[in-house]
């Protein structure tokens, strides 16, 4: 299946920087882009070594690797040497090597070094599991060392951005415009795919919509606390050392927020809360945690 890439994704296959970011709303070619960089690199450097990782490596199977295998990879490696769900790596007919993980299982994938490690849905993994990804290039095989994500925005203070905006990764934003099945080049118009695509992605509402059709980091409404990421601030259960915490409605405020008591036994909180609620208020003083209207009056104490 030819490939050329266009918009967004041509500049990525474009860039040496060390740590490059492709945003963009969905359908605009992203994964199939950054997959056809990677692979065209193992199979252009021998003996070089790559990474494709999630945050979870289940999340893989269905998503990254069937686009690898049944669009990308045509020659080059072997395809049939073990299962998608339990495969650790596909092996290259040059040498080279293209390990598949999931950050849900770090040891694995980092006791390694890489020439260039891509990571899909970036938003998903922390700043921590990105830095220590940056740490394993140094296999020093291929011309230069690169780590490229893409994602869907997310809230505009998500670390990808911020870390974006420091001037730390490059930059290149994808379009819908930048897919060939979406929109002909040509015609200059929206294909009939791209037509029902669009339109569906048009029927969405709020942050969703800002975000996967308008391709904008949009904070998610009533949200007090923007920083807030489920994939980096929610634990299953609090160590049961920690401090106990509950969300309870305060009544004179007719508000919900979070707040503090030695001792209480159930605890469901965010870790790692951020700066504004870290600075101690959220354990002594009552926080609000959400504005919104409907949710006063629904007076809840434990
Ligand atoms: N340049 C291209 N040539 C041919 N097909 C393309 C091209 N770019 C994208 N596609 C096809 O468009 C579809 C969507 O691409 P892809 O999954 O890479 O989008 P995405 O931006 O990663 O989406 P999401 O944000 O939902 O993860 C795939 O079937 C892919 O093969
Ligand atoms: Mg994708």
Same mark, same amino acid.
């Given at each position: 299946m030819s490939y050329t890439p266009y918009g967004g994704i041509e500049k990525v296959w474009k860039s040496r920087a060390t740590e490059v970011l492709a945003p963009g709303p969905a359908g605009t070619g992203k994964t199939r882009g950054i997959l056809e960089k990677v692979h065209l690199y193992l199979l252009k450097y021998p003996k070089t070594r790559g990474l494709i990782v999630r945050k979870? #490596?289940? &999340?893989?199977?269905? &998503?990254v690797l069937v686009t690898f295998e049944s =669009? *990308? *990879?045509? *020659? $080059?490696?072997? /395809?049939?040497?073990?299962?998608r769900r339990t495969r650790s790596s596909y092996d290259y007919d040059n040498g080279s090597v293209l390990v598949v993980g999931g950050l849900d299982n770090p040891d694995r994938i980092m006791s390694t070094e890489y020439d260039i490690i891509a990571v899909f849905?970036?938003?998903?993994? &922390?700043e921590d599991d990105w830095e220590k990804l940056t740490t #394993?290039? #140094?296999?020093? =095989? $291929?011309?230069y060392h690169q780590i490229v994500a893409d994602c869907n925005p997310a809230s505009p203070s998500h670390w990808l951005k911020r870390r974006a905006d420091r001037g730390q990764m490059e930059v290149f934003e994808c379009r819908h415009h930048d897919n060939p099945v979406l929109w002909d080049r040509q015609a200059k118009d929206w294909t009939e795919q791209g037509r029902k695509y669009l339109a569906t992605l048009q029927s969405l509402t709020g942050h969703r919509r800002a975000r996967l059709l308008d391709g904008k980091w949009s904070a998610a409404e $009533? /949200? *007090?606390?923007?920083?807030?990421?489920t994939a980096t601030h929610v634990v299953a259960a609090m160590p049961a050392q920690a401090a106990q915490h509950r969300l309870w409605l305060r009544a004179p405020l007719r508000l919900p927020v979070v707040g503090h008591r030695p001792g209480w036994p159930d605890v469901a909180l965010p870790r790692d809360l951020p700066d504004q609620a870290n600075r101690g208020r959220a354990c002594r003083h009552h926080q609000p945690l959400q504005r919104r209207r409907?949710? #006063? $009056?629904d007076h809840h104490r434990p």
């Open positions: 979870t #490596r289940a &999340s893989m199977t269905e &998503s =669009k *990308v *990879v045509q *020659v $080059g490696c072997d /395809l049939n040497n073990q299962s849905e970036a938003t998903e993994c &922390s #394993r290039l #140094r296999n020093g =095989k $291929g011309p $009533g /949200l *007090v606390y923007p920083e807030f990421n409907d949710l #006063r $009056g």
